[in-house]
């Protein structure tokens, strides 16, 4: 989200001006999966607060009681600058710079109504899960608002618990990866509508991310796709599907047509 240009008002507002540029979306999940503290970083890196108040500034709980109990109860928007020039993301009509309207979301089940809200005003949903707890009993609630509203992606949050607080080993991190995903999809299968298609998601799809909001970062399969394809001459879309599968030897150093 960030930019090395200064971000203005006028900036901004030129965007609102030109449908074709905004984007419109909600973040959710259950308690305490990250989503403050992931918007705090999107905030950040469009130079509205500071880095060292990422998870502590929760900028988006502008409500007295939300200060104090630390956690979100109304659902607040924020509009972002993305600037497409400075990543790896191309879109396919040309527009570089996109207006990004946030909407963060509360995760307490008495709040549920305020998820709805938000979704009812976005065009798709950031779902998150701690890379952890894994999906919970309010990640099915909000999917399952989610689906009657939008498309959900997902995203797998706070892996430096993973890395410095459990110290897991790839392998754990892996499995972990894929039970969450698999859960998720799951409660999509539950409640989908055949009219919107398979909405499942799926990291050789592009619709499952990595993150770590206090951290400041996330990655996709395609982030990587894109740097090995433009190496290695390999088509992105075929890379992506290899860099999930468990098909690749590490004492060869080769890919194989079995799981390793």
């Given at each position: 989200?960030?930019?090395?240009?200064?971000?203005?008002?006028?900036?901004?507002?030129?965007?609102?001006?030109?449908?074709?540029?905004?984007?419109?979306?909600?973040?959710?999940?259950?308690?305490?999966h990250?989503?403050?503290?992931?918007?705090?970083?999107?905030?950040?890196?469009?130079?509205?607060?500071?880095?060292?108040?990422?998870?502590?500034?929760?900028?988006?709980?502008?409500?007295?009681v939300?200060?104090?109990?630390?956690?979100?109860?109304?659902?607040?928007?924020v509009?972002?600058?993305?600037?497409?020039?400075?990543?790896?993301?191309?879109?396919?009509?040309?527009?570089?710079?996109?207006?990004i309207n946030?909407?963060?979301?509360?995760?307490?089940v008495?709040?549920?109504?305020?998820?709805?809200?938000?979704?009812?005003?976005?065009?798709?949903?950031?779902?998150?899960?701690?890379?952890?707890?894994?999906?919970?009993?309010?990640t099915?609630?909000?999917?399952?608002?989610?689906?009657?509203e939008?498309?959900?992606?997902?995203?797998?949050?706070?892996?430096?618990?993973?890395?410095?607080?459990l110290?897991?080993?790839?392998?754990?991190?892996?499995?972990?990866?894929?039970?969450?995903?698999?859960?998720?999809?799951?409660?999509?299968?539950?409640?989908?509508?055949?009219?919107?298609?398979?909405?499942?998601?799926?990291?050789e799809?592009?619709?499952?991310?990595?993150?770590?909001?206090?951290?400041?970062w996330?990655?996709?399969?395609?982030?990587?796709?894109?740097?090995?394809?433009?190496n290695?001459g390999?088509?992105?879309?075929?890379?992506?599907?290899?860099?999930?599968?468990?098909?690749?030897?590490?004492?060869?150093?080769?890919?194989?047509?079995?799981?390793?």
């Amino acid at each position: 989200m960030s930019s090395k240009r200064r971000i203005s008002v006028e900036m901004l507002r030129e965007l609102m001006n030109n449908p074709r540029c905004i984007r419109n979306m909600s973040v959710i999940a259950h308690v305490d999966h990250g989503k403050s503290t992931l918007t705090d970083s999107l905030l950040a890196a469009n130079e509205l607060i500071a880095q060292s108040d990422v998870g502590n500034k929760r900028g988006t709980d502008i409500g007295k009681v939300e200060q104090e109990k630390g956690i979100t109860i109304k659902s607040t928007g924020v509009s972002l600058l993305y600037d497409t020039t400075e990543t790896c993301f191309k879109d396919p009509n040309g527009i570089e710079q996109f207006l990004i309207n946030l909407i963060d979301s509360p995760g307490h089940v008495d709040f549920s109504s305020e998820v709805t809200a938000a979704l009812r005003l976005t065009d798709g949903a950031l779902v998150l899960v701690d890379c952890v707890e894994g999906a919970c009993v309010q990640t099915e609630t909000v999917l399952r608002q989610a689906l009657q509203e939008s498309k959900p992606v997902l995203s797998i949050n706070k892996l430096d618990r993973a890395f410095l607080e459990l110290q897991l080993s790839n392998e754990e991190i892996y499995t972990n990866f894929v039970k969450w995903i698999s859960d998720v999809n799951n409660v999509i299968s539950t409640y989908e509508d055949e009219v919107m298609g398979d909405l499942r998601v799926a990291p050789e799809k592009g619709t499952v991310a990595f993150s770590a909001g206090r951290q400041g970062w996330a990655f996709t399969l395609r982030d990587f796709a894109r740097m090995y394809a433009k190496n290695g001459g390999i088509f992105k879309e075929r890379l992506m599907e290899k860099l999930w599968r468990e098909n690749y030897d590490l004492e060869t150093k080769k890919w194989t047509s079995s799981s390793t």
